[in-house]
């Protein structure tokens, strides 16, 4: 656990896969709001306050909204980020970051250890080939009657109802 400028940290929480209400608890927690209600004042003249515990500060709404979306991580980006000692560019890094472990050998793809199972006779499968052309790739699979173009990306879900909002004030 960390707290440092108002801000505090717990890493210590983890839930099991199988674990459903600590996976909901915890996916709960993580879609709470940024800044919890009764400590966001709107002000006159286009002014927001952001109440802390001893203190508040006031800010023009654009530089809320902009300080809001400093902290987004970039799209396809690591949304984790090292600063201090375990940043890629401390001069300490290797003294506290353990070696990476070496590499392992390559195995033969016949004895990888894939548990494969063909589905009509229960035999094992074998890799025989590794197909990377979209052209080949939408042959074969026209050949199979399957479709050859990728499914289309549904849009993102609508936004919960305040109903099921309730529980995070």
């Not at 009657?145 to 289309?152: D, E, I, K, S, V």
Request: aromatic share 4%.
């Amino acid at each position: 656990c960390a707290e440092h400028w108002g801000f505090n940290l717990h890493a210590a929480t983890r839930v099991h896969g199988n674990d459903k209400q600590g996976r909901e608890h915890l996916c709960r927690y993580i879609l709470r709001p940024p800044l919890a209600n009764d400590r966001l004042h709107i002000l006159p003249g286009n002014k927001v306050e952001l109440a802390f515990s001893t203190s508040a500060i006031v800010l023009n709404a654009l530089a809320l909204i902009a300080r809001l979306a400093a902290i987004v991580p970039p799209p396809r980006r690591h949304s984790t980020r090292y600063f201090g000692v375990l940043s890629s560019h401390s001069a300490v890094r290797p003294l506290i970051v353990p070696d990476a472990a070496p590499p392992a050998e390559p195995a033969d793809i016949d004895t990888a250890g894939f548990d494969v199972v063909c589905t009509r006779c229960q035999g094992p499968l074998r890799l025989i080939a590794l197909v990377k052309e979209e052209a080949i790739i939408a042959k074969i699979l026209g050949a199979m009657g399957l479709p050859t173009l990728p499914p289309r990306l549904a849009s993102a879900r609508a936004p919960p109802h305040q109903a099921e909002l309730d529980w995070c004030n």
